[in-house]
């Protein structure tokens, strides 16, 4: 599992490599929390684009990270989920968090909705 992070003015693109699972949910847990005690900034986009596995624990560290972000009144968008297109189809995390296609679509959708 991988994590990089850039910024784009106050959006963090975070990229995500690897197993989104059981074995790696603590680790991103962490690295967002440890980001958001490093840097400030308005939106996290989440480029999913080479997960190549997600379990419900992965989906759950997603969620996890929704909340907590949405309660500092900062935005989280998915992007690139089409390898885990149809696990968010089977639980709808599309109809809570805004998915795009791709990375550049979901940085304008944060610079339209802050």
């Known amino acids: 599992m991988n994590l990089k992070h850039r910024l784009e003015g106050s959006i963090c693109i975070i990229a995500v490599e690897g197993k989104l699972n059981i074995e790696h949910a603590r680790k991103v847990r962490s690295y967002i929390d440890s980001l958001l005690n490093t840097i400030d900034f308005t939106s996290v986009v989440m480029n999913l684009q080479k997960v190549t596995t997600i379990d419900s624990l ?42 795009y296609e791709t990375e550049e679509e979901a940085i304008a959708h944060c610079k339209t909705d802050p």
């Open 58 to 99: 992965g989906e759950g560290v997603i969620f996890l990270s929704y909340g907590k972000l949405t309660r500092k009144k900062i935005q989280l968008v998915l992007c690139h989920p089409t390898s885990l297109l149809m696990l968010f189809n089977d639980t709808y995390i599309h109809n809570i968090i805004p998915v």
